[in-house]
């Protein structure tokens, strides 16, 4: 009879403490916060798996160069890690928990690797004050499969979505900068390039599931390896105001089948711009430029079973 008493008192014992740790840690969110040494607050939400940024009074707006480092240990600077504010961590370790981060209002440029790596992340959120977005910003989020610009963004930084999972994308007008592998190695299949941008350099290098896009008609360069390897692009329109075609501009895109040369006054073309395309391309020039582009073309990496029409 004793032993079945104390056996009730383990099992409602055992029961009270089941109930405490799914109300503490399971219905009950957590939430960690912080500030980093630029001045930004942060807040992480266990139950929602949200992250979230805003301005401090002490913050112009601008977020920092969140470098990925221990958090038990310190920078590269000798200095104890900015953002390490809640017991023996970091929100650098919510990196595998966190679906979707928010940057409130006030919040001007995106730092440095602010989400770099985070796998789980699927949606972003930012206020229409966004003017920038720096390097390796979203580079490796996987799960991250659409994003649209803020109406203000200025300049989208190299590397910044780099082997992302980025399959829808709207640039917003105003934009001036795409730098270096912005979207490389993403699952982007359309890309409209925005009026405002004059230059993009290996800014969709390795995107292997672009099928169309639509240049800048304000567009002068198109730089080293922007198109290299988007071996499912099959057609693509050079705008008026393109002076320069860089190195491996358009290498290796088995399956281009139409390209059309719009610009009359290209002052500059890399050797291998067109090398290893689709050997029965259709190039088409301007009329005027027929002798002068076909000759140019063929010593620039269009092989010799291309065509060049005029038009």
Sequence with gaps: MKSRKNAIRIGILLLVIVVFIIFRYVLTPRVYSGVDYAGIHWEYNTKTRTLKFKP???SNGKMGYYEEVDC??????GSAAPWRKFGNGCWWRLMPSCRNVVFEKGIREIGAVTCKGFQSLSQVKMSDDILKIDEYAFMDCTHLSKFQCPPKLKTIDEMAFFNSGIEKITLNEGLVEIKEFAFSKTNIEKVVIPDTVSSIEGSFK???FLKSVTLSKALKKIGELTFCGCINL????VPQTVLTIGESAFYGNKKLVHVRLEAKEIEEVSKTAFKKINSEVVVEVPKEKYDEYKEMLYSHGLPETAKVVAY
């Excluded at 038990?72 to 600077?77: L, P, Q, S, W, Y």
């Excluded at 099959?234 to 329109?237: A, E, G, L, M, V």
Aim: hydrophobic share 5%; proline share 0%.
């Design 72 to 77: 038990e240990g310190e920078d590269e600077h």
């Design 234 to 237: 099959k057609s693509i329109n």
């Design 206 to 208: 390795d995107c292997t």
């Design 56 to 58: 401090t009074q002490e």
